[in-house]
């Protein structure tokens, strides 16, 4: 199965999850060790005890373990650490707020100057469009253009020349700030 998703707790979740089932899975019950067959031999004498098992591993030795699960048991106590608190939507939103500039549309109809390269400056025309609406400052949201021709282009019969023409650009609407 995979997960695809945006959210890294939930990518972590999933990874942990996915490691620790293999671990398991692979790590599984292990049967005891018996003594090997003796083939219907058996030793004459006095029965021998059995070899003292050997003592448990105390609590101090179990944390010392260089393990795979001790160390993935290390990274958990260290997640909260690690991550970044969680945010509920309401906190997301009053961040959000906080950092946007208020701002207000504006409509109307500015030309845009020539600038020096040619092209036209509608940078310019967007201030100008929200300082008549009381602004500071604006940024071009829709702009139009219209091409202006002289009254020599209606005379009949008379060839349209390359300066007989020419487009204008209009800002319509810009996104205003203080």
């Not at 260089?66 to 990274?75: A, S, T, V």
């Not at 906190?91 to 109307?108: F, I, Q, V, Y």
Request: charged share 20%; proline share 12%.
């Amino acid at each position: 199965m995979i997960v695809r998703s945006g959210n890294p707790v939930l990518r972590l979740a999933t990874l942990t999850f996915a490691a620790l089932s293999l671990l398991l899975a692979a790590s599984g019950t292990g049967w005891p060790q018996s003594a090997p067959p003796t083939l219907g031999l058996q030793e004459q004498g006095p029965q021998a005890a059995p070899p003292p098992s050997p003592p448990a591993p105390s609590a101090a030795a179990r944390e010392d373990s260089p393990g795979l699960i001790n160390e993935m048991g290390k990274l958990f106590d260290k997640l909260p650490s690690i991550l970044p608190p969680i945010k509920s939507p309401s906190e997301t939103m009053n961040d959000l707020s906080r950092l946007a500039k208020p701002a207000s549309m504006a409509s109307g109809r500015v030309a845009c100057p020539v600038s020096s390269n040619g092209a036209p400056d509608c940078k310019q025309a967007a201030d100008q469009l929200c300082q008549s609406k009381g602004y500071k400052e604006g940024k071009s949201l829709n702009a139009d253009s219209a091409e202006k021709c002289s009254a020599k282009v209606l005379i009949p019969g008379r060839q349209r020349k390359p300066d007989d023409c020419r487009t204008d650009t209009f800002v319509t609407s810009a996104l205003c700030q203080n």
